[in-house]
């Protein structure tokens, strides 16, 4: 390993990345890839090029049994969520998003918008985003009908809004009625 090393933190840096790429054959990749913070650990094996990631500190070490806690024999909790939904063996969309506890969140709200509501993947990405904070707050983007808004008032969530959750981006396969593939649409994130 390298040494770590000193370095100026960049505040406003992003640390995950989220792509999907498909190819003409049908095949499609769906990866999310984070560090966790600026240049992760700050440690790179020697002769790979690739930085470790620092996942860890987002960990309790409080031995309080909750997901979170560090313990001998236990995983950490991975917020990454690459997604892609299938139809009949055949990829039908892939998609994911940079964030942090948000993404699983983001993901998971683009599936449903697309599954449960028909929308496209340019629809799904640019419905507005709910997500849940550890500190008890659930963020909204602007633009949440304000029904909703309501209701989750009224069932006693802390709200507060902001502009954006996560910045989720995907890919849509377009099959003709025989089900035949006949192209994609590529939707960047925002």
Same mark, same amino acid.
């Given at each position: 390993f390298y040494p770590p090393f000193d370095f100026e933190y960049i505040s406003d840096a992003s640390n995950t990345t989220h792509f999907v790429v498909a190819d003409q054959a049908g095949n499609m990749v769906s990866a999310t890839l984070s560090l966790g913070d600026v240049f992760?650990?700050?440690l790179m094996p020697a002769g790979t090029g690739f930085w470790m990631n620092n996942g860890a500190k987002f960990a309790t070490f409080e031995q309080d049994e909750t997901p979170r806690d560090v313990n001998p024999g236990r995983e950490r909790v991975v917020m990454d969520s690459p997604m892609m939904l299938f139809k009949n063996g055949q990829p039908v969309a892939g998609f994911g998003s940079p964030g942090g506890g948000q993404m699983p969140q983001v993901a998971a709200q683009v599936a449903l918008n697309m599954t449960d509501f028909g929308k496209s993947i340019s629809e799904a990405l640019a419905e507005p985003m709910v997500a849940f904070d550890p500190s008890g707050i659930v963020y909204y983007e !602007?633009?949440?009908?304000?029904?909703?808004?309501?209701?989750?008032?009224?069932?006693?969530?802390?709200?507060?809004?902001?502009?954006?959750?996560?910045?989720?981006?995907?890919? !849509?396969v377009i099959y003709d009625a025989n089900g035949q593939r006949i192209g994609y649409v590529a939707q960047p994130g925002n």
């Open positions: 992760g650990s700050k !602007e633009g949440l009908p304000e029904a909703v808004v309501e209701n989750l008032q009224y069932m006693g969530h802390k709200l507060a809004s902001t502009p954006r959750i996560g910045r989720p981006a995907g890919i !849509e």
